[in-house]
């Protein structure tokens, strides 16, 4: 790996679907310290801005914390804008001495809109209004567009029943799953 390169993150599984008007998010809660699992029931996602966010993330928790604070601060300082919340987050993610050491993926949903905010700048907003982020999230994406096609559940169960797929498949997450939805 090159210097510049962040290390991949296998830690979790976080996903968050949009249907319907509602939006949900959910974790699994392994915590691994290497390939050693130290905890089952961790809690990965938390809302933000007087309820009407949830966010997520996967990667070193302290880290994922101060970032996910200092996202509320700009949360607050945006008047709740989330676009714009997210992009000043990631420039200063990208560009702060302290924060660019920072290993960690942020997912966050509204009811409206699903982004992932990474620390190389990026501020994803994918097409088909699912996010998903960790070591089990191709497992947990694949399941959520599956089911998004597929069948009329509402979004909170999407989201659950990808997790469980995922835990299947993924040794990184397991079948302690929390969700929220807004």
Not at 6 to 34: C, F, H, Y
Not at 46 to 53: C, I
Not at 131 to 141: D, R
Not at 142 to 147: E, K, N
Request: net charge positive.
């Amino acid at each position: 790996m090159k210097n510049n390169q962040r290390p991949v993150i296998r830690s979790t599984t976080v996903i968050g679907v949009i249907r319907d008007g509602k939006a949900a998010l959910g974790s699994d809660g392994q915590m691994t310290l290497g390939n050693t699992v130290i905890k089952h029931s961790t809690r990965k996602i938390r809302r933000l801005y007087h309820g009407k966010l949830v966010a997520g993330f996967a990667g070193a928790t302290a880290d994922a914390v101060t970032l996910l604070d200092r996202f509320e601060e700009k949360l607050e300082a945006y008047n709740g804008k989330l676009d714009r919340a997210a992009v000043e987050l990631a420039r200063d993610w990208r560009t702060d001495k302290y924060l660019r050491r920072l290993e960690a993926m942020l997912a966050i949903v509204s009811h409206d809109k699903a982004l992932i905010i990474s620390g190389t700048g990026d501020v994803i907003e994918p097409e088909d209004g699912i996010v998903a982020i960790g070591s089990g999230s191709m497992y947990a994406l694949a399941a959520a567009r599956s089911l998004m096609k597929h069948s009329s559940l509402p979004a909170k169960e999407i989201v659950l029943e990808s997790l469980k797929i995922a835990a299947d498949i993924c040794i990184y997450t397991n079948d302690h799953i929390i969700v929220e939805e807004v």
